[in-house]
C-alpha cells in the first residue's frame, strides 16, 4: 500500500508542492506563474488533446458505458452540488450553480491523466481521453446553460443562446478537440517536422501545468464557509466516483475503461472550478478553497481509490 502512495501519487504532489513552495517563498512570482499557466492551459495542453484525438482510435475508444457511467455521475453531482448549496447552506441560486459546478468539474487533465499513467501505464490512458473529449464541452454547456438560465430566470432568446455558444467556443481546450475531431474524421496527417513539433510541446503540458499548478494554489486561503467547502470536497472525492463505481459495474464496463472513469471521477476539482466562479463573480472563495484543500485531500482519497481498484 505504501508503495502504491510512493510511486504513483506522490511525485505528482511533489511537482505540485514544488510550484507552491517555490511561489510561497518569492521566489517565483505571481507574474510567472501567470505565464506558465497561460502556455500550459492555453496553449500545451491544448495541443496534447489535439494530438490524442486526432490519433485515436474512435470506434474502440468511444464506449458508451463509458461515457455514460462517467458523467451520468458527474450530472448528479452537479445537481448535488446545486441543491447541497441551495438548500443546505441556503446560497442564492447563481452561488448555488458555482458550487454545484465546482462538484461537476474533476481534475481529469493535470491530475487524472498523470495519476492513472503512473499507475497503469501510457496504454491505459485511453479511457482518460475519451472522457477529457468531452468534459470541457459537458460541463461548460451545464455551467454556463445553468448560470445563464438562474441570470435570466428562464427567458430565452437569441441573446441567450449566443452567450451560451460564445463563452463555450472562446475556451482554447474546446476548440482544440473540435480540431482533433476534424483531422480524425477526416484522415489529414501531419507532416513529420510538425508531428515532431507537437511531440516536444506536449511532453512539456504535464509537468509544466503541475508545477503552475502548486503556484496558482498559494492565493487559495481556505477561510470561511468551511462547511460548504467541506460539502464540496465530500462530493468531488468520494459521491462522483462511488456512482461511477456502482453504474460501470451495473453495465460491466471493461477493466481498463472502468479504471479509468473511476480514478477520473476521484480526481479534486480542477481549476476551470474556480475560472467559472470568477467569471460570474460567484461563490469565488468556496471554489478557490475548495480547489486547496480537495487537492491535498485528494492525497489520500485518490490512494484509497487506487487500492479499491486493485
Not at 66 to 76: D, V
Not at 81 to 92: C, N, S, V
Not at 273 to 281: E, M, P
Amino acid at each position: 500500500m505504501f508503495q502504491t502512495l510512493i510511486e504513483v501519487i506522490l511525485p505528482v504532489f511533489i511537482v505540485i508542492g514544488s510550484g507552491y513552495g517555490l511561489t510561497r517563498s518569492g521566489y517565483l512570482q505571481a507574474t510567472h506563474i501567470e505565464g506558465i499557466m497561460k502556455f500550459t492551459q492555453g496553449f500545451a495542453i491544448p495541443c496534447l488533446l489535439f494530438n490524442a484525438i486526432a490519433h485515436i482510435d474512435l470506434t474502440a475508444t468511444f464506449d458508451p458505458k463509458l461515457l455514460g457511467s462517467f458523467y451520468t455521475a458527474a450530472a448528479l453531482c452537479f445537481v448535488a452540488g446545486l441543491l447541497g448549496a441551495r438548500l443546505m447552506f441556503k446560497r442564492d441560486w447563481e452561488d448555488a450553480v458555482a458550487i454545484g459546478f465546482c462538484c461537476l468539474f474533476s481534475n481529469s487533465v493535470l491530475l487524472g491523466l498523470p495519476i492513472t499513467e503512473r499507475a497503469y501505464g501510457p496504454d491505459a490512458l485511453t479511457g482518460n481521453f475519451a472522457i477529457i473529449a468531452f468534459h470541457a464541452p459537458f460541463c461548460y454547456a451545464i455551467g454556463i446553460t445553468a448560470m445563464e438560465v438562474v441570470r435570466n430566470r428562464g427567458k430565452p432568446g437569441p441573446a441567450f443562446f449566443r452567450a451560451i455558444l460564445s463563452a463555450m467556443f472562446k475556451n482554447a481546450l474546446i476548440v482544440a478537440i473540435l480540431l482533433g475531431f476534424a483531422v480524425n474524421i477526416s484522415g489529414l496527417t501531419l507532416p513529420a517536422v510538425a508531428e515532431d513539433a507537437l511531440g516536444l510541446i506536449i511532453r512539456a503540458a504535464l509537468p509544466g501545468a503541475l508545477f503552475a499548478l502548486g503556484g496558482v494554489l498559494v492565493q487559495y486561503k481556505p477561510e470561511g464557509d468551511l462547511r460548504t467547502i467541506a460539502f464540496v470536497c465530500s462530493v468531488s472525492l468520494l459521491l462522483h466516483p462511488a456512482l461511477v463505481w456502482i453504474f460501470g459495474s451495473a453495465l460491466s464496463l471493461k477493466q481498463d475503461l472502468f479504471r479509468s472513469a473511476v480514478l477520473n471521477a476521484s480526481m479534486a476539482p480542477g481549476f476551470n472550478a474556480y475560472i467559472f466562479a470568477n467569471l460570474y463573480g460567484r461563490a469565488k472563495r468556496v471554489a478557490a478553497s475548495s480547489v486547496l484543500l480537495a487537492t491535498g485531500s485528494s492525497l489520500v482519497t485518490v490512494w484509497m481509490w487506487l487500492l479499491l481498484l486493485g
